[in-house]
Protein backbone atom coordinates (compact mmCIF):
# COMPACT_ATOMS: atom_id res chain seq x y z
CA UNK A 1 0.00 0.00 0.00
CA UNK A 2 1.21 3.08 -1.15
CA UNK A 3 1.62 5.75 1.70
CA UNK A 4 0.33 9.63 1.19
CA UNK A 5 -0.26 12.72 2.24
CA UNK A 6 -2.69 14.73 2.11
CA UNK A 7 -2.08 18.38 1.45
CA UNK A 8 -5.08 20.55 1.86
CA UNK A 9 -5.07 24.83 2.10
CA UNK A 10 -7.67 26.96 2.59
CA UNK A 11 -8.70 29.26 0.33
CA UNK A 12 -8.84 32.93 0.44
CA UNK A 13 -10.78 33.73 -2.45
CA UNK A 14 -14.12 32.72 -1.04
CA UNK A 15 -16.03 33.61 -3.75
CA UNK A 16 -13.99 31.66 -6.24
CA UNK A 17 -14.31 28.22 -4.31
CA UNK A 18 -16.25 27.70 -1.71
CA UNK A 19 -15.61 24.04 -0.93
CA UNK A 20 -15.07 24.09 2.90
CA UNK A 21 -11.97 22.68 4.19
CA UNK A 22 -13.62 19.42 5.91
CA UNK A 23 -15.44 19.15 2.48
CA UNK A 24 -11.94 18.89 0.52
CA UNK A 25 -10.28 16.26 3.53
CA UNK A 26 -13.52 14.19 2.43
CA UNK A 27 -13.16 14.16 -1.14
CA UNK A 28 -9.40 13.93 -0.96
CA UNK A 29 -9.75 11.37 1.78
CA UNK A 30 -12.46 8.78 0.02
CA UNK A 31 -9.79 9.34 -3.06
CA UNK A 32 -7.03 7.40 -1.30
CA UNK A 33 -9.94 4.53 -0.22
CA UNK A 34 -10.87 4.14 -3.89
CA UNK A 35 -7.21 4.28 -5.42
CA UNK A 36 -5.74 1.89 -1.97
CA UNK A 37 -3.46 4.38 -0.48
CA UNK A 38 -2.53 4.37 3.18
CA UNK A 39 -3.18 8.29 4.47
CA UNK A 40 -0.35 8.85 7.06
CA UNK A 41 -1.05 12.30 7.88
CA UNK A 42 -3.19 15.49 6.69
CA UNK A 43 -1.70 18.59 6.11
CA UNK A 44 -3.55 21.85 6.59
CA UNK A 45 -2.11 25.09 5.63
CA UNK A 46 -3.47 28.58 5.87
CA UNK A 47 -4.67 30.56 3.13
CA UNK A 48 -1.95 33.10 1.43
CA UNK A 49 -3.30 35.03 -1.97
CA UNK A 50 -3.24 32.95 -4.63
CA UNK A 51 -2.03 35.56 -6.65
CA UNK A 52 0.47 37.14 -4.68
CA UNK A 53 2.55 34.73 -2.83
CA UNK A 54 2.62 31.73 -5.63
CA UNK A 55 6.59 31.70 -4.72
CA UNK A 56 5.93 31.64 -0.91
CA UNK A 57 3.20 28.59 -1.83
CA UNK A 58 5.51 26.50 -3.80
CA UNK A 59 8.32 26.94 -1.20
CA UNK A 60 6.35 26.42 1.78
CA UNK A 61 5.59 22.79 -0.08
CA UNK A 62 8.63 21.93 -1.55
CA UNK A 63 9.80 22.35 2.32
CA UNK A 64 6.98 20.19 3.77
CA UNK A 65 7.81 17.53 0.64
CA UNK A 66 11.37 17.81 2.24
CA UNK A 67 10.61 17.49 5.71
CA UNK A 68 8.57 14.32 5.00
CA UNK A 69 10.72 12.72 2.89
CA UNK A 70 11.14 9.05 3.58
CA UNK A 71 7.41 8.70 5.20
CA UNK A 72 5.29 9.45 2.17
CA UNK A 73 5.59 8.41 -1.53
CA UNK A 74 2.23 9.90 -2.88
CA UNK A 75 1.43 13.31 -2.35
CA UNK A 76 -2.60 14.15 -2.66
CA UNK A 77 -3.61 17.85 -3.35
CA UNK A 78 -7.56 18.97 -3.50
CA UNK A 79 -6.81 20.69 -6.79
CA UNK A 80 -4.23 21.38 -8.29
CA UNK A 81 -4.95 25.29 -8.39
CA UNK A 82 -4.06 24.93 -4.92
CA UNK A 83 -0.59 25.04 -5.15
CA UNK A 84 0.56 26.27 -8.51
CA UNK A 85 -0.73 28.61 -10.80
CA UNK A 86 1.03 28.97 -13.72
CA UNK A 87 1.99 25.95 -16.37
CA UNK A 88 5.57 26.29 -15.95
CA UNK A 89 5.47 26.41 -12.18
CA UNK A 90 3.59 23.39 -12.36
CA UNK A 91 5.91 21.13 -14.35
CA UNK A 92 8.99 22.17 -12.13
CA UNK A 93 6.96 21.44 -8.80
CA UNK A 94 6.61 18.16 -10.06
CA UNK A 95 9.92 17.75 -11.26
CA UNK A 96 11.08 19.28 -7.72
CA UNK A 97 8.57 16.24 -6.08
CA UNK A 98 10.02 13.65 -8.07
CA UNK A 99 13.56 14.02 -6.95
CA UNK A 100 12.54 13.60 -3.69
CA UNK A 101 10.65 10.14 -5.14
CA UNK A 102 7.33 11.81 -4.43
CA UNK A 103 3.89 11.85 -6.79
CA UNK A 104 1.68 14.28 -6.95
CA UNK A 105 -1.99 13.50 -7.33
CA UNK A 106 -4.96 15.25 -7.35
CA UNK A 107 -7.95 14.15 -5.70
CA UNK A 108 -10.83 15.84 -7.96
CA UNK A 109 -8.27 16.09 -11.49
CA UNK A 110 -7.24 13.09 -12.96
CA UNK A 111 -3.34 13.01 -13.15
CA UNK A 112 -0.82 10.17 -12.99
CA UNK A 113 2.07 9.16 -14.84
CA UNK A 114 0.73 7.36 -18.12
CA UNK A 115 0.70 9.44 -21.20
CA UNK A 116 -2.86 10.59 -20.63
CA UNK A 117 -2.83 11.22 -17.13
CA UNK A 118 0.19 14.01 -18.13
CA UNK A 119 -2.02 15.40 -20.93
CA UNK A 120 -4.74 15.51 -18.74
CA UNK A 121 -2.21 17.35 -16.13
CA UNK A 122 -0.67 19.76 -18.41
CA UNK A 123 -4.17 20.66 -20.05
CA UNK A 124 -5.39 21.42 -16.41
CA UNK A 125 -2.57 23.57 -15.60
CA UNK A 126 -2.78 25.80 -18.34
CA UNK A 127 -6.98 25.55 -18.26
CA UNK A 128 -6.11 27.08 -14.78
CA UNK A 129 -3.40 29.33 -15.74
CA UNK A 130 -5.38 30.87 -18.36
CA UNK A 131 -8.57 31.34 -15.68
CA UNK A 132 -6.01 33.52 -13.32
CA UNK A 133 -4.81 35.76 -16.24
CA UNK A 134 -8.24 36.58 -17.68
CA UNK A 135 -9.97 37.24 -14.01
CA UNK A 136 -7.12 39.53 -13.52
CA UNK A 137 -7.14 41.23 -16.41
CA UNK A 138 -10.78 41.58 -16.18
CA UNK A 139 -10.66 42.85 -12.75
CA UNK A 140 -7.90 45.40 -14.17
CA UNK A 141 -10.05 46.71 -16.98
CA UNK A 142 -12.96 47.03 -14.33
CA UNK A 143 -11.44 48.74 -12.40
CA UNK A 144 -10.05 51.44 -14.54
CA UNK A 145 -13.96 51.64 -16.41
CA UNK A 146 -15.04 52.20 -13.14
CA UNK A 147 -13.02 55.20 -12.37
CA UNK A 148 -13.46 56.87 -15.32
CA UNK A 149 -17.09 56.66 -14.78
CA UNK A 150 -16.51 59.03 -11.51
CA UNK A 151 -16.98 55.86 -9.43
CA UNK A 152 -14.74 54.38 -6.62
CA UNK A 153 -14.11 50.87 -6.92
CA UNK A 154 -12.43 50.40 -3.99
CA UNK A 155 -12.64 50.79 0.02
CA UNK A 156 -13.60 54.26 0.62
CA UNK A 157 -11.46 56.23 3.03
CA UNK A 158 -12.16 57.01 5.80
CA UNK A 159 -14.19 59.71 5.98
CA UNK A 160 -16.24 57.67 3.33
CA UNK A 161 -18.44 54.89 3.39
CA UNK A 162 -20.77 52.83 1.09
CA UNK A 163 -24.03 52.74 1.84
CA UNK A 164 -25.58 49.24 0.20
CA UNK A 165 -27.89 50.66 -2.42
CA UNK A 166 -30.33 47.49 -4.12
CA UNK A 167 -30.05 46.71 -7.43
CA UNK A 168 -26.94 49.11 -7.95
CA UNK A 169 -23.37 47.12 -7.89
CA UNK A 170 -21.40 49.96 -7.50
CA UNK A 171 -23.30 52.46 -5.03
CA UNK A 172 -21.63 56.36 -4.30
CA UNK A 173 -19.41 56.33 -1.85
CA UNK A 174 -20.98 59.22 1.24
CA UNK A 175 -19.69 60.51 4.05
CA UNK A 176 -19.36 58.72 7.43
CA UNK A 177 -21.31 61.07 9.34
CA UNK A 178 -19.13 59.55 12.62
CA UNK A 179 -16.01 60.69 10.91
CA UNK A 180 -15.91 62.90 7.79
CA UNK A 181 -15.33 66.15 10.41
CA UNK A 182 -11.92 64.54 11.34
CA UNK A 183 -10.59 64.56 8.26
CA UNK A 184 -11.78 68.08 7.27
CA UNK A 185 -10.45 68.91 10.69
CA UNK A 186 -6.88 67.27 9.85
CA UNK A 187 -6.49 69.11 6.47
CA UNK A 188 -7.15 72.25 8.36
CA UNK A 189 -5.28 72.15 11.29
CA UNK A 190 -2.06 70.96 9.04
CA UNK A 191 -2.77 73.91 6.59
CA UNK A 192 -2.09 76.63 8.92
CA UNK A 193 1.07 75.47 8.92
CA UNK A 194 0.94 75.37 12.70
CA UNK A 195 1.13 71.53 13.42
CA UNK A 196 3.19 68.54 12.03
CA UNK A 197 1.73 66.03 10.79
CA UNK A 198 2.73 63.77 14.03
CA UNK A 199 0.97 66.27 16.14
CA UNK A 200 -2.11 65.78 13.91
CA UNK A 201 -1.64 62.00 14.55
CA UNK A 202 -1.87 62.54 18.35
CA UNK A 203 -4.34 65.15 18.66
CA UNK A 204 -6.16 63.18 16.59
CA UNK A 205 -5.91 59.99 18.33
CA UNK A 206 -6.98 61.46 21.55
CA UNK A 207 -10.45 61.80 19.90
CA UNK A 208 -11.08 58.08 19.99
CA UNK A 209 -13.26 58.51 16.82
CA UNK A 210 -14.68 55.85 15.20
CA UNK A 211 -16.13 55.15 12.10
CA UNK A 212 -19.56 54.10 10.71
CA UNK A 213 -18.87 50.55 12.16
CA UNK A 214 -17.97 51.75 15.61
CA UNK A 215 -14.51 50.96 15.00
CA UNK A 216 -12.00 53.45 16.64
CA UNK A 217 -9.98 54.89 14.54
CA UNK A 218 -6.54 54.94 15.19
CA UNK A 219 -4.24 57.59 13.59
CA UNK A 220 -0.49 57.11 13.14
CA UNK A 221 1.58 59.39 11.14
CA UNK A 222 2.01 57.86 8.43
CA UNK A 223 -2.03 57.31 8.60
CA UNK A 224 -2.58 61.13 8.28
CA UNK A 225 0.38 61.35 5.83
CA UNK A 226 -2.06 59.39 3.63
CA UNK A 227 -5.05 61.21 4.48
CA UNK A 228 -3.10 64.23 3.31
CA UNK A 229 -2.33 63.01 0.04
CA UNK A 230 -5.43 61.83 -1.16
CA UNK A 231 -7.14 63.17 -3.83
CA UNK A 232 -10.25 61.29 -3.32
CA UNK A 233 -11.31 64.01 -0.26
CA UNK A 234 -11.32 67.22 -3.07
CA UNK A 235 -13.85 64.84 -5.27
CA UNK A 236 -10.66 63.29 -7.34
CA UNK A 237 -9.32 60.37 -8.64
CA UNK A 238 -6.58 59.54 -10.88
CA UNK A 239 -7.38 57.51 -13.96
CA UNK A 240 -5.21 54.95 -15.72
CA UNK A 241 -3.09 57.76 -17.79
CA UNK A 242 -2.28 59.26 -14.41
CA UNK A 243 -4.63 62.25 -14.76
CA UNK A 244 -7.07 63.51 -12.27
CA UNK A 245 -10.56 62.55 -13.22
CA UNK A 246 -13.98 64.07 -11.47
CA UNK A 247 -15.37 61.93 -9.13
CA UNK A 248 -19.41 61.60 -8.38
CA UNK A 249 -18.75 61.22 -4.48
CA UNK A 250 -19.45 64.52 -2.73
CA UNK A 251 -16.02 66.33 -1.82
CA UNK A 252 -14.79 66.84 2.05
CA UNK A 253 -12.79 69.40 1.01
CA UNK A 254 -12.12 71.90 -1.95
CA UNK A 255 -9.68 71.23 -4.47
CA UNK A 256 -7.90 74.67 -3.61
CA UNK A 257 -7.62 73.79 0.30
CA UNK A 258 -5.93 70.25 -1.12
CA UNK A 259 -3.96 71.35 -3.26
CA UNK A 260 -2.43 73.95 -0.52
CA UNK A 261 -2.34 70.95 1.18
CA UNK A 262 0.50 69.15 -1.28
CA UNK A 263 2.15 72.54 -1.25
CA UNK A 264 3.00 72.32 1.95
CA UNK A 265 3.53 68.98 1.86
CA UNK A 266 6.09 69.61 -0.96
CA UNK A 267 7.65 72.41 1.46
CA UNK A 268 6.51 74.94 -1.66
CA UNK A 269 4.72 77.52 0.78
CA UNK A 270 5.42 78.11 4.54
CA UNK A 271 3.00 79.84 7.18
CA UNK A 272 3.55 82.92 8.65
CA UNK A 273 2.85 81.47 11.92
CA UNK A 274 4.52 78.09 11.27
CA UNK A 275 7.30 78.29 13.75
CA UNK A 276 9.12 75.92 16.64
CA UNK A 277 7.76 76.60 19.98
CA UNK A 278 9.08 75.49 23.19
CA UNK A 279 6.27 73.92 24.33
CA UNK A 280 5.85 73.07 27.50
CA UNK A 281 2.28 72.59 28.80
CA UNK A 282 2.57 74.30 32.05
CA UNK A 283 4.68 77.18 31.37
CA UNK A 284 3.34 78.92 28.09
CA UNK A 285 4.76 82.37 28.82
CA UNK A 286 8.53 80.69 29.58
CA UNK A 287 11.26 81.83 26.48
CA UNK A 288 8.63 84.09 25.46
CA UNK A 289 8.64 86.83 28.38
CA UNK A 290 12.33 88.26 28.73
CA UNK A 291 13.51 89.69 31.74
CA UNK A 292 13.81 93.39 31.25
CA UNK A 293 16.60 93.90 33.53
CA UNK A 294 19.14 91.54 31.36
CA UNK A 295 16.92 90.63 28.26
CA UNK A 296 17.17 86.95 28.83
CA UNK A 297 14.32 84.33 28.34
CA UNK A 298 12.46 83.54 31.74
CA UNK A 299 12.01 79.80 32.24
CA UNK A 300 9.38 78.14 33.99
CA UNK A 301 9.85 75.42 37.00
CA UNK A 302 8.29 73.76 39.75
CA UNK A 303 9.40 73.56 43.13
CA UNK A 304 7.89 71.73 46.54
CA UNK A 305 7.83 73.56 49.59
CA UNK A 306 5.43 73.71 52.82
CA UNK A 307 3.67 70.36 51.62
CA UNK A 308 2.78 71.38 47.93
CA UNK A 309 4.15 72.08 44.60
CA UNK A 310 4.54 75.45 43.30
CA UNK A 311 5.08 76.42 39.84
CA UNK A 312 7.04 79.72 39.49
CA UNK A 313 8.94 81.57 36.84
CA UNK A 314 12.17 83.37 37.08
CA UNK A 315 15.26 84.74 35.37
CA UNK A 316 17.78 82.15 34.89
CA UNK A 317 20.40 84.23 34.18
CA UNK A 318 23.42 84.15 36.91
CA UNK A 319 24.73 87.20 36.10
CA UNK A 320 21.35 89.18 36.18
CA UNK A 321 20.22 90.89 39.38
CA UNK A 322 16.95 89.29 39.38
CA UNK A 323 18.44 85.96 39.33
CA UNK A 324 16.10 83.51 40.72
CA UNK A 325 13.71 85.64 42.27
CA UNK A 326 10.45 84.00 40.90
CA UNK A 327 6.63 84.94 40.59
CA UNK A 328 3.96 82.84 41.18
CA UNK A 329 2.80 80.88 37.70
CA UNK A 330 -0.89 82.31 38.31
CA UNK A 331 0.82 85.93 39.32
CA UNK A 332 2.54 86.24 35.83
CA UNK A 333 -0.35 84.70 33.69
CA UNK A 334 -2.86 87.27 35.61
CA UNK A 335 -0.61 89.49 34.57
CA UNK A 336 -0.59 88.50 31.28
CA UNK A 337 -4.37 88.51 31.01
CA UNK A 338 -4.61 92.34 31.97
CA UNK A 339 -1.72 93.40 29.69
CA UNK A 340 -4.23 91.93 26.56
CA UNK A 341 -6.82 93.43 27.91
CA UNK A 342 -5.31 96.96 28.31
CA UNK A 343 -3.18 96.57 24.53
CA UNK A 344 -6.54 95.46 23.10
CA UNK A 345 -7.73 97.74 20.91
CA UNK A 346 -11.26 99.97 22.23
CA UNK A 347 -14.25 98.77 21.02
CA UNK A 348 -14.85 102.33 18.93
CA UNK A 349 -11.67 101.46 16.97
CA UNK A 350 -12.44 98.32 16.09
CA UNK A 351 -15.48 99.27 14.21
CA UNK A 352 -13.94 101.68 12.47
CA UNK A 353 -11.41 99.49 11.49
CA UNK A 354 -13.96 97.23 10.63
CA UNK A 355 -15.29 99.53 8.20
CA UNK A 356 -12.32 100.53 6.25
CA UNK A 357 -11.00 96.57 5.98
CA UNK A 358 -14.49 95.90 4.79
CA UNK A 359 -14.49 98.63 2.33
CA UNK A 360 -11.10 97.64 1.00
CA UNK A 361 -11.91 93.50 0.79
CA UNK A 362 -15.45 94.51 -1.10
CA UNK A 363 -12.83 95.99 -3.49
CA UNK A 364 -11.05 92.87 -3.65
CA UNK A 365 -14.47 90.64 -3.72
CA UNK A 366 -15.69 92.74 -6.97
CA UNK A 367 -12.29 92.40 -8.23
CA UNK A 368 -12.48 88.32 -8.05
CA UNK A 369 -16.00 88.40 -8.77
CA UNK A 370 -15.14 90.07 -12.01
CA UNK A 371 -12.60 87.30 -12.83
CA UNK A 372 -14.68 84.50 -11.66
CA UNK A 373 -17.62 85.73 -14.17
CA UNK A 374 -15.14 85.70 -16.99
CA UNK A 375 -13.80 82.26 -16.57
CA UNK A 376 -16.90 81.15 -16.47
CA UNK A 377 -17.85 82.12 -19.51
CA UNK A 378 -14.88 80.05 -20.98
CA UNK A 379 -16.28 77.04 -19.03
CA UNK A 380 -19.65 77.14 -20.80
CA UNK A 381 -18.06 78.01 -24.48
CA UNK A 382 -16.10 74.85 -23.78
CA UNK A 383 -19.08 73.25 -22.61
CA UNK A 384 -21.12 74.13 -25.38
CA UNK A 385 -18.03 72.35 -28.10
CA UNK A 386 -18.42 69.69 -26.66
CA UNK A 387 -22.24 69.13 -26.62
CA UNK A 388 -21.67 69.91 -30.60
CA UNK A 389 -19.05 67.56 -31.04
CA UNK A 390 -20.86 64.60 -28.99
CA UNK A 391 -23.84 65.73 -31.14
CA UNK A 392 -21.56 65.06 -34.91
CA UNK A 393 -20.28 62.12 -32.91
CA UNK A 394 -23.54 60.34 -32.48
CA UNK A 395 -24.46 61.73 -36.04
CA UNK A 396 -21.32 59.81 -37.18
CA UNK A 397 -20.12 62.78 -38.71
CA UNK A 398 -16.60 62.60 -37.26
CA UNK A 399 -14.62 59.26 -36.91
CA UNK A 400 -14.66 57.95 -33.67
CA UNK A 401 -11.05 58.05 -33.09
CA UNK A 402 -11.16 61.71 -33.55
CA UNK A 403 -13.88 62.25 -31.62
CA UNK A 404 -12.11 60.50 -29.00
CA UNK A 405 -9.30 62.84 -28.73
CA UNK A 406 -10.76 65.86 -29.17
CA UNK A 407 -13.11 65.06 -26.24
CA UNK A 408 -10.55 64.11 -24.32
CA UNK A 409 -8.53 67.23 -25.14
CA UNK A 410 -11.87 69.72 -24.40
CA UNK A 411 -12.26 67.48 -20.67
CA UNK A 412 -8.98 68.53 -19.60
CA UNK A 413 -9.29 72.24 -20.36
CA UNK A 414 -12.64 72.39 -18.58
CA UNK A 415 -10.98 70.83 -15.50
CA UNK A 416 -8.35 72.96 -15.74
CA UNK A 417 -10.82 75.88 -15.57
CA UNK A 418 -13.07 74.72 -13.11
CA UNK A 419 -10.20 73.86 -10.80
CA UNK A 420 -8.90 77.81 -10.89
CA UNK A 421 -12.84 78.61 -10.57
CA UNK A 422 -12.38 76.74 -7.15
CA UNK A 423 -9.68 78.26 -6.46
CA UNK A 424 -11.24 81.90 -6.93
CA UNK A 425 -14.07 80.83 -4.99
CA UNK A 426 -12.02 79.65 -1.95
CA UNK A 427 -11.14 83.27 -1.59
CA UNK A 428 -14.12 84.76 -1.87
CA UNK A 429 -15.18 82.66 1.02
CA UNK A 430 -12.57 82.78 3.05
CA UNK A 431 -12.14 86.38 2.97
CA UNK A 432 -15.53 86.64 4.71
CA UNK A 433 -15.29 84.28 7.31
CA UNK A 434 -11.54 84.97 7.70
CA UNK A 435 -12.56 88.90 8.62
CA UNK A 436 -15.64 87.53 10.90
CA UNK A 437 -12.78 85.23 13.12
CA UNK A 438 -10.45 87.96 13.23
CA UNK A 439 -13.08 90.37 14.91
CA UNK A 440 -13.22 88.01 17.27
CA UNK A 441 -10.34 87.14 18.08
CA UNK A 442 -9.33 91.04 18.55
CA UNK A 443 -12.10 91.65 20.68
CA UNK A 444 -11.49 89.17 23.29
CA UNK A 445 -7.81 88.50 23.07
CA UNK A 446 -7.44 87.94 26.57
CA UNK A 447 -10.34 85.77 27.39
CA UNK A 448 -8.86 83.94 24.14
CA UNK A 449 -5.73 83.47 25.63
CA UNK A 450 -6.88 82.99 28.91
CA UNK A 451 -9.05 79.95 28.73
CA UNK A 452 -7.15 78.37 25.98
CA UNK A 453 -4.84 75.25 26.61
CA UNK A 454 -1.34 75.55 26.36
CA UNK A 455 -1.35 75.14 22.59
CA UNK A 456 -3.58 77.21 21.45
CA UNK A 457 -2.12 79.82 23.93
CA UNK A 458 1.59 79.38 22.85
CA UNK A 459 0.24 80.57 19.16
CA UNK A 460 -2.06 83.11 20.73
CA UNK A 461 0.37 84.89 22.24
CA UNK A 462 3.18 84.86 19.55
CA UNK A 463 0.55 85.84 16.93
CA UNK A 464 -0.28 89.23 19.14
CA UNK A 465 3.66 89.74 20.27
CA UNK A 466 5.72 88.21 17.59
CA UNK A 467 8.71 89.18 19.65
CA UNK A 468 7.46 88.38 23.26
CA UNK A 469 7.42 90.54 25.92
CA UNK A 470 9.23 91.80 28.53
CA UNK A 471 8.62 91.60 32.39
CA UNK A 472 9.99 93.78 34.74
CA UNK A 473 9.04 92.30 38.04
CA UNK A 474 5.94 94.47 37.93
CA UNK A 475 4.31 94.89 34.37
CA UNK A 476 4.88 93.53 30.68
CA UNK A 477 6.18 95.82 27.93
CA UNK A 478 6.63 94.58 24.52
CA UNK A 479 8.85 95.46 21.20
CA UNK A 480 5.97 94.79 18.87
CA UNK A 481 3.26 94.11 18.14
CA UNK A 482 1.30 92.53 15.58
CA UNK A 483 -0.09 93.62 12.44
CA UNK A 484 -3.89 93.19 13.03
CA UNK A 485 -3.65 94.98 16.53
CA UNK A 486 -1.00 97.42 15.60
CA UNK A 487 -2.93 98.66 12.56
CA UNK A 488 -6.20 99.38 14.97
CA UNK A 489 -4.13 101.40 17.02
CA UNK A 490 -2.51 103.49 14.19
CA UNK A 491 -5.62 104.09 12.00
CA UNK A 492 -7.53 105.07 14.99
CA UNK A 493 -4.74 107.46 15.30
CA UNK A 494 -5.05 108.76 12.24
CA UNK A 495 -8.54 108.40 11.47
CA UNK A 496 -9.43 111.66 10.45
CA UNK A 497 -7.14 112.57 7.82
CA UNK A 498 -4.80 109.71 6.06
CA UNK A 499 -7.28 107.33 6.37
CA UNK A 500 -9.87 108.81 3.89
CA UNK A 501 -7.38 109.09 1.65
CA UNK A 502 -5.11 106.57 1.48
CA UNK A 503 -7.29 103.76 2.62
CA UNK A 504 -5.35 100.99 4.73
CA UNK A 505 -1.73 102.24 4.63
CA UNK A 506 -0.85 103.89 8.10
CA UNK A 507 1.66 105.97 7.84
CA UNK A 508 4.10 103.99 9.58
CA UNK A 509 4.59 101.23 7.08
CA UNK A 510 4.03 104.21 4.24
CA UNK A 511 7.55 102.74 2.63
CA UNK A 512 6.15 99.33 1.62
CA UNK A 513 5.13 98.77 -1.66
CA UNK A 514 1.34 98.53 -1.20
CA UNK A 515 0.83 95.14 -3.09
CA UNK A 516 3.49 93.76 -0.84
CA UNK A 517 2.22 95.64 2.24
CA UNK A 518 -1.17 94.44 1.32
CA UNK A 519 -0.50 90.87 1.07
CA UNK A 520 1.77 90.35 4.57
CA UNK A 521 -1.76 92.38 5.74
CA UNK A 522 -3.80 89.70 4.39
CA UNK A 523 -1.43 87.10 5.72
CA UNK A 524 -1.85 88.40 9.02
CA UNK A 525 -5.50 88.50 9.22
CA UNK A 526 -5.73 84.58 7.52
CA UNK A 527 -3.32 83.58 10.44
CA UNK A 528 -5.01 85.30 13.27
CA UNK A 529 -8.48 83.52 11.48
CA UNK A 530 -6.88 80.14 11.51
CA UNK A 531 -5.57 80.40 15.03
CA UNK A 532 -9.57 81.44 15.99
CA UNK A 533 -10.56 78.53 14.37
CA UNK A 534 -7.97 76.61 16.39
CA UNK A 535 -9.59 77.61 19.41
CA UNK A 536 -13.06 76.68 18.47
CA UNK A 537 -11.23 73.48 17.85
CA UNK A 538 -10.53 73.37 21.24
CA UNK A 539 -13.38 74.56 22.62
CA UNK A 540 -15.57 71.18 21.39
CA UNK A 541 -12.88 68.99 22.26
ZN1 LIG B 1 17.37 88.84 34.18
Avoid at 132 to 143: P, Q, T
Avoid at 296 to 303: A, D, I, L, R, Y
Avoid at 505 to 514: D, I, N, Q, S
Amino acid sequence: MKKVIIYLRTSSDRQLDNTSLSTQEDICRNYCRTEGFEVVECSVNEAVSAKETNEKRVIELLDFAKEMQGKFEVLVVYKLDRFARSQEQHHWLRGQLLKLSIVLRSASERIDETPSGKLVEGVMAAVNEYDNAIRRERSIIGVWKRISDGLWPKQPPTGYWRPKVPGVRLSLCEWDENCYQAIIDIFTFFNTGAYTQDQLAKLMAEKKLKDYKSVTLKFSKQYISKILKNPFYAGLMVNQEGNFVQGKHKPLITIATWEKTQDLLKSKSNNATHKRLYNHPDFTLRRFTKCSFCDKPFTGCWSSGNGGKYAHYYCANPKCERYCQTIPKKELEEKFCDYLKKIKPKEEFIVFFEKVFITRYEERIHEIKGDYLRKMDDIKELEKEQAWLIEKGQKGVIPDDLLEKQLKDLEQKITLSKFSLTDMHAEEVSIDSLLSYAYAFIRTADLVWYDSLSDARLKYQRLIFPDGVSFDGREFSNQRLALPFNLITDIAAKKSTVVRTRGLEPPTLAGYAPQAYAYTKFRHVRAVCLLYQTRTYFQNK
